[in-house]
């Protein structure tokens, strides 16, 4: 999985050879996800629910902390936003294998999202900062809602995982609940640049690995 995220992250990499193998390397991810899931139901030890804190450096460490927020939710992880000044802690809760995916996803999207904002000229006469923090706005929607399918796909290829998955979910929200009892939801951001939809486009194209799914 690293090996071949490295391969996405290389900016030789055009966005139409990421595209070629995107919705294929979304679905190994999720399935690869489920079938965790399903081998902890008879020995819950084996993947065991976890923390992490995160600390995500700027420029836009907020932007990019919203990144992580769309990497995390379908993949049944929860995170909490502790700081958002100049950097950007986050906690991150979920089982291991879940934890993992997301590391792995987030830290290969980050690299891709660069190469993409440096690809993305600035609209004449915009903000450019304004312009960056919309880009990766509409990144983190478009890698989200991919994400969301494929998930959802593979659960209902397995028989019985979405009631395993919400169970597994639950279980996260309550570890969550329990270390932030008073936890409050951040107010929407009011963005004024207009790089949503370019954002969005590279999102679509982002690889989400492939080709197999292994931690080696």
């Not at 929200?173 to 963005?191: C, I, S, T, V």
């Amino acid at each position: 999985m690293r090996k071949l995220l490295a391969m996405a992250e290389d900016p030789a990499c055009t966005p139409d050879e990421a595209e070629a193998f995107t919705e294929k390397a979304a679905d190994l991810i999720a399935k690869y996800g489920v079938d965790q899931a399903m081998l902890a139901v008879a020995d819950p030890a084996a993947d065991p629910i976890g923390d992490r804190v995160l600390t995500i450096d700027p420029p836009y460490a907020r932007d990019k902390a919203g990144l992580l927020a769309a990497v995390a939710a379908p993949l049944r992880c929860r995170v909490v936003h502790l700081d958002r000044r100049s950097l950007a802690r986050s906690h991150l809760f979920g089982h291991a294998a879940d934890l993992e995916r997301v590391e792995l996803l987030f830290t290969s999207l980050l690299v891709q999202a660069a190469h993409g904002l440096a690809a993305s000229a600035v609209p004449w006469g915009e903000h450019p900062a304004a312009y960056r923090r919309s880009w990766l706005v509409g990144y983190s929607q478009a890698i989200s809602a991919r994400l969301w399918a494929a998930e959802r796909s593979a659960a209902a290829e397995t028989p019985g995982a979405e009631l395993v998955l919400v169970d597994r979910t639950d279980l996260v929200e309550r570890r969550r609940d329990d270390a932030y009892p008073q936890l409050a939801k951040l107010p929407p951001r009011r963005l004024q640049g207009s790089g949503r939809s370019r954002g969005y486009r590279a999102g679509q194209n982002a690889h989400l690995g492939g080709g197999a799914v292994t931690s080696s």
